[in-house]
């Protein structure tokens, strides 16, 4: 990639420009602090530093420039990001195909494959003819890249092959399928005659919805069947493949994205043309589950962002909009809703009356959406509702709020939330506030792991908990960092420090010196953060970091001895009893008196 291009998007887009379109910046010295949007936390340790160009996260050590902050939040690799920023800075990108990797490759034949789709298409009265019965225009048509796969065993599959790609390739993409060797008969139901060959088109006979990610780049595809023979499934998806994980992407989230953060929700719908429709009409912050998979961590063992997860950095409230079945309804409760709150979402419930999918209702009447979408509740009253309305008997109602209610109520944060919601179920079942959180507790213990509930829930991925550093790291790296900082501002004051931790330290001087410059630039942007830029009181900060870490190396010394004296104490060396007992003393007394200074 050409780095003069990279180079003159950070020219043009200052990062704390860019970080406050993604999260909230408050002012705090010369740099910007917010909550960090990598992990939960409740007070702001992620510091933006315009200078710099750089940002830092105290508590789960995210760092990195423009590039990378893209990366990490739209869970793009780095020609992704680059994407995305190259729009923002109106910079052309020139690619150099000879240095592409496989991925890069894969990426060019799923764009290729989009292609192929949308040409067909446009050759397809068939396609055509069913896009304009659901009430697709033109230009939404194009904007979603909607194609079509033609009947036919190996269309694309030829397609592709003329265009210099080897079979392997395009199955590695999920494109095409491999033959077992006993089923080179038709499939049930289908005119066309067997695959001549070994390979034959994953897509036949169907509308194409191309999925992207946070980028816009095409990953994979879903293909509705236009002719329902009884037997082929309505929906086919591509496969998981090197750029397509089912757990990471959502249908229309890079057209989403900007929009659920400006109006600060999203909409969680269940099927493309939902989504395309209710884009259509301007509700542009919906996103849509189909041909994905829902998890319920934010990140996975790899370190990737979910599909939950990413739309919880944009926002942290969902609306979940349901089919009218009551089918529909509890199978996303379950899928989505419980999944949301564990992942410290506020969830709401659109509920469509009289029978129709959002896709049906906006046709009909797209200011019905719009209204359906005000009156959503929230999941807990929205399912209390549903069990009140259904359930007359008092002894069953105890039950089903047990079982409908409380999964979702248990995994909500916040204890005024939970406070809340205890009252108005109290109040609408004719229960005690006491009852009510006696059995919440108990059903809130066996969802918790090891319980041997089928409705556990899980604890938080490793990668989100944050293990704070022991203290004597903590005062080394504010140390070196200050020191650092003091350093670049030429005080000469710095070199009186450093003897002066030179000697404190001793023989281990070198080896902590040695630990540190790796680390530099991260403990200059901590202290800068910490510390500020005034230099007038460096020396201050700098004296007391001093002291605190000249007591922890005694602390650290005292330990070791008093160790040592347990051991000579059980061997009955009465020498090393009296050594070791004065060390102590010694120890002690010196810390008291650094305490005393202090």
Same mark, same amino acid.
């Given at each position: ?18 970080? =406050?379109?993604? #999260?909230?910046? %408050? !002012? +705090? @010295?010369?740099? $910007? ?7 939960? *936390? ?38 992704? =990001?680059?994407? #995305?920023?190259? %729009? !923002? +800075? @109106?910079?052309? $990108? ?7 990797? *496989? ?496």
């Amino acid at each position: 990639m050409n780095r003069t291009n990279v180079e003159l998007i950070k020219e043009r887009i200052p990062i704390e420009e860019l970080i =406050a379109s993604y #999260v909230k910046l %408050e !002012k +705090a @010295g010369k740099s $910007l602090k917010a909550r960090c949007p990598f992990h939960n *936390e409740k007070s702001a340790s992620f510091f933006v530093s315009p200078e710099r160009g750089g940002y830092y996260c105290f508590g789960c050590n995210a760092k990195g420039d423009i590039f990378t902050f893209v990366e990490q939040f739209e869970g793009l690799d780095f020609k992704g =990001a680059l994407k #995305v920023l190259a %729009e !923002k +800075a @109106g910079v052309p $990108l020139v690619v150099d195909q000879k240095a592409d990797s *496989e991925r890069d490759r894969l990426f060019q034949i799923t764009e290729a494959a989009a292609k192929f789709f949308e040409m067909q298409y446009e050759r397809s009265k068939e396609a055509q003819s069913y896009l304009n019965g659901r009430g697709v225009s033109p230009e939404t048509r194009v904007a979603f890249r909607i194609g079509w796969a033609p009947e036919g065993w190996k269309n694309l599959f030829t397609y592709l092959k003329g265009k210099g790609w080897n079979e392997a390739f395009i199955e590695k993409a999920g494109l095409i399928k491999k033959a077992e060797a006993r089923s080179q008969e038709p499939r049930a139901g289908s005119k066309l005659p067997a695959p001549s060959s070994n390979y034959y088109d994953r897509f036949r006979g169907r509308i194409i919805f191309p999925i992207t990610d946070s980028s816009g780049r095409v990953v994979a595809f879903t293909g509705r069947i236009l002719k329902d023979d009884g037997k082929s499934a309505k929906y086919l998806n591509s496969p998981d493949t090197p750029l397509f994980n089912k757990s990471q992407i959502l249908f229309g989230l890079d057209k989403a994205k900007s929009e659920i953060r400006r109006v600060g929700y999203s909409i969680l719908v269940e099927g493309q043309m939902d989504l395309i429709l209710s884009h259509q009409v301007g509700v542009k912050n919906a996103v849509a589950a189909s041909g994905t998979a829902l998890t319920d961590q934010s990140q996975g063992q790899d370190g990737v962002v979910s599909n939950l997860g990413m739309v919880r950095r944009l926002s942290q409230n969902m609306i979940i909009a349901l089919d009218s079945d009551k089918a529909g309804r509890t199978a996303a409760m379950r899928a989505v809703a419980a999944t949301a709150l564990s992942m410290g979402m506020s969830v709401k419930i659109a509920d469509i009356e009289g029978g129709k999918d959002p896709a049906d209702l906006i046709l009909s009447d797209s200011e019905s959406w719009k209204n359906v979408l005000k009156n959503a509740k929230h999941v807990i009253e929205f399912e209390l509702e549903n069990v009140l309305k259904e359930t007359s008997d008092p002894h069953r109602l105890s039950r089903a709020i047990k079982e409908r209610v409380f999964p979702f109520l248990a995994r909500i944060e916040s204890e005024m939330d939970k406070a809340y919601y205890v009252k108005i179920i109290a109040e609408k079942a004719r229960l005690t506030e006491q009852a009510v959180w006696d059995d919440l507790r108990k059903v809130a213990r066996s969802q918790e792991p090891g319980a041997g509930s089928s409705t556990s829930s899980k604890l938080p991925a490793p990668s989100s908990i944050v293990i704070q550093p022991h203290r004597l790291d903590l005062v080394e790296r504010r140390m070196f960092g200050l020191l650092a900082l003091m350093d670049a501002a030429k005080l000469p004051v710095a070199t009186d420090f450093r003897d002066h931790i030179k000697k404190i330290a001793g023989d281990s001087y070198e080896t902590r010196i040695q630990r540190t410059i790796p680390l530099i630039s991260d403990l200059s942007f901590e202290a800068e953060a910490m510390y500020g830029n005034d230099t007038g009181k460096f020396d201050v900060h700098m004296k007391e970091l001093i002291l605190n870490f000249e007591v922890d190396l005694i602390n650290e010394e005292l330990v070791s001895a008093m160790g040592a004296l347990k051991v000579a104490e059980k061997e009955g060396n009465s020498a090393r009893v009296s050594e070791l007992a004065k060390k102590c003393q010694d120890l002690s007394t010196r810390k008291a008196g650094l305490r005393k200074t202090g």
